[in-house]
């Protein structure tokens, strides 16, 4: 029982607020010790060197930093600003442009919090301002703004391919359905909602300036160069042109083109972008190694053995296990960050789910689109408060929490989707 033990005292320490890191690196040490002593770490100077010379791992800080280039050209900007006069005379329109803003970040940054931040700056004042309802205004950002989580290239789909030894570009075609869907029903309960209740979103006045070309024409100008780099990003690797971590290079590099396309590009902004790359970099590979000590302690202990013979004894084998690893992941979303789960949870699960006959691919997007959930869900959503540090003071945290209500419940919807028919979205459920 000493592994089970060490995962519950893990995660106490993480919900009294402990660096994630140093929490599995210390439990670990100090478990292991107790059970073996230090010669079970012998071999972890082996793991840390595999960890480090993984290429697929290569693709996060590589792409951690297209996003964080292309978040400084003010790429998120110019998108609300076209999109929101192309659509701001729908009711909804405002809305309806910033789901579809949100999509087009996903797909070219993939860093959620850059697109919260850039979102709620930018198009939470515009709808406020045109007598949007709050709730649906601040819901409607942090739905958006978790899209870089399911729409390649996403980070999280990178690590689930690690993690679970499976091809990126593999994952990254699976989940594009995922991600058209979740963004389809988004604009239909906007359209809904606005159909019933039109005060809650009114549509903008037209702006006598300006012709409807003009609007196209401007829209279409904010969107052709970031769609540009998604297609060559995402069709170098749909095409076996190139693998996920050339692409993330060759993204990189676009990223600083369009940076000099949009006139704001300088060597300090590539500075400031490189040293906010290492410093996300850091984290992430800090807590994988505190997490390879935590595993490796795991199953010395015979945790993970005790978890599967647990496990294999749920009723309904195959359909009991997924339900409840869906459930485990959705309820720790609450409270521990998508990275952790990735280190802590998923390795504990993926022998067990082989070991079934799961189809690991479809396994894997079930758990990229379960993590997506982790950003909005109360009390320790990272959407939450990235949009709560930048909303004017008449948006309260209770507005933020309302308004995301529908948003989880649709992501929810579309998880059990996938989960009853895989076949819609061209995967299986089994091998």
């Known amino acids: 029982m000493i592994g089970m033990i060490m995962f519950g005292v893990a995660l106490f320490m993480l919900m009294l607020g402990f660096p994630v890191a140093f929490t599995f690196g210390g439990v670990a040490l100090f478990f292991g010790i107790y059970a073996e002593g230090m010669d079970l770490f012998a071999f972890m100077p082996f793991r840390i060197m595999s960890v480090m010379q993984n290429t697929v791992l290569m693709a996060v800080p590589l792409f951690i930093f297209m996003g964080v280039v292309l978040q400084r050209t003010r790429l998120a ?61 601040t819901g409607t950002i942090c739905a958006s703004g978790t899209l870089g989580q399911i729409v390649p290239p996403s980070i999280i789909l990178i690590i689930l391919g690690d993690v679970l030894g499976l091809p990126v570009g593999d994952l990254f075609k699976a989940a594009v359905w995922p991600g058209v869907v979740l963004i389809g029903l988004y ?28 609007e196209i024409v401007a829209a279409l100008i904010a969107i052709i160069p970031p769609l540009a780099l998604i297609v060559v990003v995402l069709g170098s690797i749909f095409t076996g042109i190139a693998t996920p971590t ?125 993590l997506q959930t982790s950003f909005l869900t ?25 308004g995301i209500i529908p948003f989880i419940a649709i992501q929810i919807f579309v998880l059990a989707l996938i989960v009853i028919f895989p076949e819609w979205f061209g995967m299986s459920s089994t091998y």
């Open 187 to 214: 604009i239909i309960y906007i359209l809904i909602l606005t159909r019933l209740k039109p005060e809650t979103a009114p549509a903008m006045p037209e702006d006598p300036t300006r012709s409807r070309k003009q």
């Open 378 to 402: 109360p009390p320790f959503g990272f959407s939450l408060f990235y949009l709560k540090g930048v909303a004017p003071p008449e948006v309260k945290t209770t507005d933020i929490y309302k």
């Open 77 to 137: 900007e110019q998108l609300l600003t076209s999109m929101g006069r192309l659509f701001g005379g729908l009711p909804g329109g405002l809305a309806i442009s910033t789901i579809l803003v949100g999509a087009l970040l996903a797909a070219s940054t993939g860093v959620v919090g850059a697109s919260v931040v850039a979102m709620g700056l930018i198009s939470l004042p515009v709808m406020l301002a045109h007598k949007y309802d709050k709730r649906l205004s």
């Open 246 to 370: 050339e692409s993330s290079a060759l993204g990189g590099v676009g990223a600083v083109v369009l940076a000099i396309i949009y006139r704001q590009f300088s060597f300090k902004m590539v500075w400031d972008a490189a040293k906010d790359t290492v410093s996300v970099t850091a984290m992430v590979f800090a807590i994988l190694i505190g997490a390879t000590a935590f595993s490796m302690v795991f199953s010395y202990t015979g945790g993970d053995y005790l978890l599967e013979e647990w496990l294999h004894m749920l009723p309904g084998e195959q359909w009991g296990f997924i339900i409840l690893a869906m459930v485990v992941i959705l309820v720790l979303g609450f409270f521990i960050d998508f990275v952790e789960i990735s280190f802590i949870i998923v390795p504990i699960l993926a022998p067990i789910a082989e070991a079934m006959g799961i189809n690991m691919l479809w396994f894997a997007i079930l758990i990229a689109m379960n």
